[in-house]
């Protein structure tokens, strides 16, 4: 039995109720969800939506939304700290690092030697 529009919405609304809020996290539970509820009506035509979703939810327990939650958010984390050593490192590698005290050193004798000139426009 193929679940309607208004059912699959119906999920969508279940999930914000048990605070899910990461699209991807939704998309991945509305279909477990939906593919449990089309299994539980199709042996047991005579079972509603509400009650075929409450027997889908069971094996998740109280908690079980909140540990898939925090288990995403853990993951989330340590992919956004690893990001973020990968461009710190790579932005401290040994050619920016030399190009830049190139730079400076070219810069310094420019102004040291007259070569380039600090000039202050005031006024017009």
């Known amino acids: 039995m193929q679940l309607t529009q208004k059912q699959i919405d119906n999920l969508f609304v279940f999930e914000n109720r048990k605070g899910i809020k990461p699209f991807d996290l939704q998309m991945e539970l509305v279909d477990y969800l939906a593919t449990d509820i089309e299994q539980l009506q199709f042996h047991t035509p005579a079972l509603s939506f509400e009650e ?13 939304f909140d540990y898939l939650l925090q288990k995403t958010e853990r993951s989330t984390q340590k992919r956004q700290e ?17 190009f830049t005290a190139l730079l400076t050193f070219l810069i310094w004798y420019g102004y040291k030697n007259g070569v380039l000139r600090a000039t202050i426009v005031l006024g017009y």
């Open 82 to 98: 690893e990001l973020f050593w990968w461009y710190f490192s790579d932005f401290f590698c040994w050619s920016k690092a030399l």
């Open 52 to 64: 075929a979703l409450q027997q889908a939810s069971a094996p998740f327990g109280r908690w079980g």
